[in-house]
């Protein structure tokens, strides 16, 4: 089997126990976890040759993080040793009204510092299938822009699949900077995956009338989103995620998948939620899954949304499920009968 | 006041903090309980003469469940010390679309390779008014099997009212022997208790046209089944447990008893679960009490739904209540206001 | 800025963690609350110059009360320190069906045994703008009582603007106690709060055919309660939270504020509670945040609401929310939307 | 066999995780001890019939001192249940130089305040052949003098032995009343216990020239002590504990048995400190169950010694030990080699 | 680099949280390890190509080794996946002189149940250059005998080296069955490695006028012992661990290394013990390193015994260090001074 | 009373609970700390007038330290909000042979980024009687030092007498760069105060024939250091700390005080440690109360050396004891027994 190359940044994640504040709280349990490693991570879950891909601090920090992704799993062969830092977030859970909170500390980490010298690609991409990066990554650092285009050229060259989650992050750069980068690495992408408001932050290209916080949704319009995406930067392959947030704890979760010209829903599933970060991810993770595997349109978009929804149940980043998991709830069995 | 003894296998359970999956597991709770434990500890709740009767080892983890027992004023002078090992089962909390996982380590425990001579019937029963067992027992073993015939036809002898949840448990035998053995040993029984299921996995007798999964009830079809199995075993008190399994999170709860050719349906709460194993327990708990105690069929079979209500809101499969507790609720005051 | 002074009892706050009821608990979460404790803080947490009042012991207890509020930013200069014993309060979480459960272990508490002597008021409200007490307080001793008629006398003379939550506390005194105090210190009240049961035991005012455990609300009855307690005792400012009790797990929550004889109704917040011991507290400190700024009577009800709401999102009794936090719901995000 | 009566107070112990300060403590762990307490479950876990008399409030706290004695194999059919309150106190490890630190809140404890009326003697005295009391009892409150010397009363009428553990409380009563007190009480004692400042607080008998501090023990002094003991009240059977406080972390430990005349020394344990408190109650546990089983004074002193040593390295109050692994100890093997 | 396999099981450790008894415990900690796993994953430790072989079931728990030996670098490729039960045990930490606990689970375990079909010795002794086994493995069932027997058959065969911990475990055998068994396996070891007694219970070869329990240590006597292993079985090397157990919580530790006829003895280390269990593994961990490294055997004991060392001060049964935590220690820095 | 000002870094310290080292930890248990906070704290802790002035940045991480100073009665009216990020460190606890391990996380820190222009020293140091600082804070950045030294200048402006903790941190800064940079600020300096390295690190002055890793203490050679800096810097008083590393779990601790030419020895303690990060900033906090409030030399070092002992024994850097706390140590009772 050819492998899934996943590149970016993977942090600590320090979260207080239960429902109490970062400014409660007396410990953190910490996690080691970021949008392409918990991408990453759901496909060694699901069987995938998965390698991780970036560049982390010699110390015991950094060691963890290599001990978590190899107790998952993840091939690391292909993450650097260096650096200064690691990055850290602080995740406050929300509840009701009260919103999630995530706090960064990530600048000068060892991935934003990293230079293109320290990424052979060639090397790197062997019996490479399919690479993926989110915009998070090109946001880090000029440098990180710079790596990201090399290894994404190299792909072209090898005729690796590419995707990307969009992913904006604003406290990592300014609307115009988004969209200077990403137009330009949007180039190279195959596969482009967002939520309802990244097309709007990142490439400009927005849904009519609507409101997210007021959880209404327009089919008609991102249909639309998506048509446009192929058209601007020729993606055959667009998925668009769909929260309606009710509240820090309920959400409706379902997404759409453009493929082909066509476009198909997935079902929606409200969900009482346990720990709602990395839902997207977990979204990305069950998707690029399918297409890997070569699942029909309908198939994929549902085992996508399936797969999202249960790691809103699941604490941490990573979705700890497996394939039968998901195929489980897809197929129909979301009633939560204990298993015994 | 007579005492009423429960018959079966108490185990260590092992469960995670919070919603955190066994693989994601550092820790684990730890708690021991068992079907009939669960019943024998409600009745010792409600006041009742309550004696529990197993086999379990000469260690430290048998000490703990004496411990357990005794702390909740179960009487267990005729716990059997011996054996090999205790069972133990692991439960991992299930959220929203996530169900809840058991995973059993119950083979080759003391209670299932005892032997008929480890329980002197003749003296156990002595001023014994009831005698309670679940089909997990004799799906324990054949000696299991033996022993429980046993101790039924000494209730016969001595006049003891039987009760029998009959509890199928896929992963101990199949459907086929449950049907055999159960069959039998139904001659025996005077009460039985079972969910929408049990009735026809290990008695054969279904109710038409209920999808549980999708959590409709078809009352005439319960009380077909009621009336089946009283003609069929005798049995003139059947009561059936109604769950409606919207989620792991939220389930509708109900049931329906069956007594002298009259069929009496409680009222249905939703409940926001905390914890859902031992629900089934609690509710024969309520209603053996009821039983015991002689109430009117509608007032014994609303106390043992509010009573198995209230358990899904306890942490453990022991329901920590009492009988105010109790009538609070099945008077009407669900409210969940606080209590100063 | 002036102060506003809090006077009343803070208490140990002992809690089982997660749903474990106080039988079952290894170890209990220690905070430090009260009635006017949780207003005072609510009032620094908005940048109020906030001034706590009570009387407390010289132990470690006592010790880590000043620590908790110092670190709350709320002024302690004029705690006492003496008497025999903290106060302290068991908090056993409900949920669901089961209603949360408080164990009192208060009496003989320094401030209950405190003699008017412990207090130089005229020192004490220098610079003092508002005073708040609630009906917690008289009801501790009567040397509370004469504690608070004199502090109030002196609100009078200096033109000092008195608030107070009724709070009646059914363990504490009887109605007929309750009524024949606080009519007395009413007196002196110029802005009344309560929420849907207070007014009636201890003011015998009540609201027509609104059955609280049903959760329905009869603004009319409510109106014509605050109009009853100025025409009685001269409070132009009425302020009554409903509170709509569908299970432990979930309220709906509102108010109503009455001002100058125009009433005003919040909107209603459907909350997923977390921890709702405490939410009556931070409406008061909501509003009296809004009151002392000088707010409009609208947007003083849905700040105080909104406040409230995100109280029962957070553990313990403190509000830990900003102004911003709390203006963020007030003008319709309650999406709890991830904030990053 | 005959049971053994234990009289006095058990309170809620709340314990700062690890060597956590109580001002810096954010939880408790809690169990259930004091004095007298700790001696049943000594005797209970030896397999002596042990009682336990006392008075409990009605509440939650009530119920969990009820759970945790029941577990213990205590006798409870003779705590009246009434009163307003536990007593609870609050243990703060020490470690090395810093010394562990113990905060009372037991004023106002239901057995402070209970009444003579409240205890029926010749019925809970049936069948009993010991009866042990402590120091502490009496120095609750006038009352408990009065009910501990109807107490002994009813001893000597039915001829069962009486065993008294000194145990001053400086905090609880005055040097002189203490005297007074147990002055008149020892008339009733057969069996006398004490540290070695008991005897001087207490009884105002001195050894000679032994610096505790400092931890040197005079042999000597302590036989003049225990022949006083006996000359003066007729104790034929005096024993006094011998610590060395080293440190917070170590403690040298010993103790001394008078018996009709002649002194016997035990070996010394030098001890690496889990927790210290409860200490001397597992001595006074040791010994008693070897007085109503007959042993030899030399392997007495020597199991009373070895059982309390093994205390030392056990978390709580309570001596969680066997007959057996307390012989194990004192037969030489203190190598604290694993057991498999 | 060739790689050395470790076979033997792994089972789930179930340890209470500090000092606390298995009977005090409300949750265990739980990792996961087994004497020759512990040896595997210090091999990984140091950098050596380390495998290992048994077999674990297909559940959650057989999943949670499988993540921790991957996450520790241990090859997990020919684990096989399959059996009723994972064995446990539950560690309860000593302390002074109260001994540590271990209570096993493992009976009728996957591995102890598993057949010689089950391994295909070829397959996984490609690229071996060293394979090490334990008296444990043998002991488990007759089938673990012949899977064992084959093994190092195979090993003789291909000229792999084999080492051999003796590790008497009297709940799993006979003295008389060990010797009978251990003795005819013994012809393929070419290093053997024992504490103090194993020489003695599973060989019969005893060192004379040894005490262990008072911790004296006969160096002649373990020459000796050394010297007729080689004469009798063959083996080359022989290593001897030496503990003086003081008490559970200080233990003197060194180890005697014999080669080609010559012997050397480490230096001793006097060790505050954190956590014993997993100590010897620790020692076999280091001292293959240096075998398969070609160490000296000054160097090699020195590494071996400082290796140990640091175990005990470590969490768990997996020795977590590196080497030059090791050399750092080996080289004279046993000062624990802070690492900045 | 005048006030102390400590100006530094104060940062998030992350220690995993117990003896777990940092690759397996789970959680981490947080605080706030930092060496001159610390010192800020026990001077608050000793009823001085303890302000505290640094940067930190404007989230909930910084909002935690203000909480946790204000909570400590430490002033911080003069703390800079501002900057990107707080400076993060973790602790990994050693034991026996084992060291502790402390990785830093501080690199572009909100105070080592910070600029002179952030510090209005006219204004903070109004009032202000003594200014403390350590070698760490100009080793954070060369602005850094420029804030250092403007606020070193206003000091000898304005009279008031200023300390500094040598401190050398090798991973901040060379031998060379701190020797250049403190020479220079050491013309400010009054009071110096260091451990047996930071001399010759930060000085070039060195104890000839002290092996420190050894535990040996050669007192000649640290009267001469003494004598050598005031010599050198015109530091009347120079205090040494003596720290005897036998392991990470026992040390010897003990200090010399040089006054006016004289020179003064502590006693020496041996201290089983329980937290020894902080343990010299507490021997500072203990030094600067003896020298703000004027102590005999003698007994100024005794205070400071006890004060010390006993932070050893306290989890968490800041010293939580009092004045009479330490005098009890200080006048001979370290024998650790209970206080009740």
């Given amino acids: 089997m050819k492998k899934v190359v996943c590149f970016g940044e993977i942090m600590g994640r320090l979260c207080p126990v ?7 709280a007396n410990s953190f349990e910490i996690t080691y976890a ?4 918990n991408v990453a991570v759901s496909l060694a879950n699901y069987g995938v040759d998965s390698s991780y891909v970036s560049k982390i601090p010699d110390n015991d920090l950094g060691k963890s993080v290599l001990r978590t992704l190899k107790s998952c799993d993840v091939n690391v062969d292909n993450v650097v040793i260096g650096g200064e830092r690691l990055g850290m977030y602080y995740v406050e859970k929300g509840a009701s009204q009260r919103p999630s909170k995530v706090i960064y500390d990530r600048k000068y980490s060892a991935i934003s510092e990293a230079d293109t010298s320290d990424f052979d690609w060639d090397s790197i991409l062997v019996d490479t299938e399919w690479f993926h990066f989110t915009g998070i990554t090109p946001a880090l650092s000029d440098k990180c822009i710079d790596i990201t285009r090399e290894a994404l050229k190299k792909c072209k060259e090898k005729g690796i699949t590419v995707s990307c989650d969009l992913n904006y992050r604003k406290n990592l750069w300014t609307n115009a900077k988004a969209k200077e980068v990403m137009t330009e690495l949007m180039a ?3 596969v482009c995956i967002g939520n309802e408001e990244d097309a709007e932050m990142v490439l400009g290209i927005s849904a009519d009338s609507t409101d997210v916080t ?3 949704i327009n089919r008609e319009g991102y249909i639309a989103v998506a048509k446009q995406i192929e058209e601007e930067y020729g993606c055959k392959t667009v998925a668009i995620t769909l929260r309606e947030s009710y509240s820090a704890s309920i959400n409706g979760w379902s997404a759409m998948l ?3 010209g066509e476009s198909y829903f997935s079902k929606k599933y409200d969900i009482q939620i346990v720990d709602r970060v990395g839902g997207g991810d977990s979204f990305v993770g069950g998707l690029l899954y399918t297409l890997v595997s070569g699942f029909e349109p309908t198939k994929a978009i549902e085992f996508a949304v399936a797969a999202s929804c249960l790691k809103h149940t699941i604490e941490g980043d990573f979705n700890q499920v497996t394939v039968s998991d998901v195929e489980k709830l897809m197929n129909g ?8």
């Fill in 18 to 24: 239960g429902y109490k504040k970062i400014i409660q």
């Fill in 34 to 37: 970021g949008g392409e490693a």
């Fill in 188 to 190: 190279y992408v195959d």
């Fill in 214 to 216: 007021a959880g209404q």
């Fill in 258 to 260: 453009y493929k082909d």
């Fill in 333 to 340: 069995d979301g009633s939560g009968r204990v298993q015994r």
